[in-house]
């Protein structure tokens, strides 16, 4: 006979599930086939049958029940917050992909050589990744210390993957590529963008004189204000960046229609880059 312990808690996460037991609980004995029926119970549970509707995907942004709300679509920190969850390298927190760092590895053309690279479009790469915080002091301060922290755990233990792993190439500067590649994104989506003479809800207005606090704030209407004199964003193309925002400012500013969204996207992550 078996004894197991009845009122049970599950809690999954990433396709594994810990059994929790209250301080107070029943205790049954069950022969075999009660206890085969107890655990067919168990996994009749969504964390092993419905994992798939909330793992890898995006988010559906529902309006039903915010009906006099705005479109959380044409939010863009309503879009960044329902990308898919990762987990965090360091914490084992999950966060979501959007308001991570995504590093992958990528074979060099010529001598394929592996590098290992910060994937900011999320590109599929045919190879592992590993998510960290989106915060460039701490991955300066990491590559210092070692960059292969930053490899994908399949890599570090995969030998048939990398040999030996100090074959593995890395920029040593790879914090301000992660600016110069941002930075080129945002020069690519500037040819396409489409410029509002009046802020409206969900817009962003690009300082280039006045500074905003935190270098970035929204306001009572719903208005983002974004002010790139406010942050340190050290990168060889920035500069280049700034002339082709002065060329198109009217009063030192930017407003950028909310429905540039890719941009919009793309520089909120700049910002919270560099804070």
Avoid at 58 to 83: E, G, H, M, V, W
Avoid at 121 to 139: G, Q, V
Wanted: aromatic share 8%; glycine share 2%.
């Amino acid at each position: 006979m078996i004894r197991i312990q009845k009122n049970l808690r599950i809690k999954g996460f990433s396709g594994r599930c810990e059994i929790h037991t209250s301080n107070y609980l029943r205790q049954k004995e069950l022969n075999d086939d009660e206890l085969q029926q107890e655990l067919n119970k168990l996994y009749e549970s969504p964390v092993f049958k419905q994992s798939h509707k909330w793992d890898g995907s995006t988010k559906k942004l529902s309006q039903s029940s915010i009906p006099n709300r705005l479109n959380l679509q044409d939010n863009p920190f309503a879009r960044l917050l329902a990308s898919p969850a990762r987990q965090d390298r360091i914490s084992k927190i999950t966060y979501p992909r959007d308001i991570m760092l995504r590093f992958s590895t990528a074979k060099d053309l010529e001598d394929d050589s592996l590098w290992l690279v910060p994937n900011l479009n999320n590109t599929y790469m045919n190879s592992e990744s590993s998510y960290f915080p989106l915060d460039r002091k701490f991955i300066h301060k990491q590559f210092k210390k070692s960059p292969f922290f930053f490899a994908p755990i399949e890599v570090l233990t995969n030998a048939t993957k990398v040999n030996d792993l100090k074959s593995l190439k890395f920029n040593k500067t790879t914090d301000l590529v992660v600016n110069r590649e941002f930075i080129t994104a945002l020069q690519e989506e500037l040819q396409d963008i489409e410029i509002s003479p009046e802020a409206n809800p969900n817009d962003l207005v690009i300082h280039l004189e006045n500074k905003v606090e935190n270098g970035m704030n929204v306001d009572d209407q719903g208005i983002i204000h974004i002010s790139l004199n406010s942050l340190d964003i050290p990168s060889p193309n920035y500069n280049e960046f700034l002339e082709t925002l002065t060329k198109i400012s009217k009063n030192n500013q930017v407003i950028i229609k909310h429905t540039n969204k890719d941009f919009i996207d793309i520089l909120i992550r700049l910002v919270l880059y560099n804070k």
